[in-house]
């Protein structure tokens, strides 16, 4: 894991035992993150990211609303995977990013609390997770 990778996880963790994020630790990330992150803000502003949980077992995915007109909605995993176009040609193909903006929207959102949850059956998630 990079040096950046745990600086990120350590905020994240302190924003998660908090549930607030300091003007500090929004600069950090922005250094961290870039552009990327100023557009997690604005998603996760918009209240565009939903955590949807299977029930009864406790597991997740979030479905992440995209800044562009046509208001595509990206499954993602925070931690290691997202649907869109950005994670596979900037972050799987080139490397040249930790994350793509709606995993960081999830972060940021599961952090500070602000997702909207839904709750499905086991079945209705696996056959979401089918899709992917």
Same mark, same amino acid.
């Given at each position: 894991?990079?040096? $950046? ?11 998660? $035992? ?41 597991? $997740? ?72």
């Amino acid at each position: 894991m990079s040096a $950046s990778s745990l600086v990120a996880e350590s905020l994240w963790k302190t924003i998660e $035992s908090t549930l607030t994020v300091t003007e500090d630790q929004l600069s950090i990330l922005h250094f961290l993150f870039g552009k990327n992150f100023e557009r997690a803000t604005r998603i996760v502003d918009q209240r565009g990211v939903k955590r949807i949980s299977g029930e009864p077992s406790g597991r $997740s995915i979030f479905q992440v609303v995209a800044e562009s007109q046509r208001k595509e909605e990206y499954f993602c995993f925070p931690e290691q995977y997202c649907a869109c176009y950005s994670f596979f040609y900037d972050i799987v193909n080139r490397g040249e990013q930790l994350c793509c903006k709606h995993q960081l929207a999830a972060r940021l959102a599961a952090a500070l609390g602000t997702c909207v949850n839904v709750r499905v059956s086991d079945e209705q998630l696996a056959l979401l997770l089918v899709k992917l």
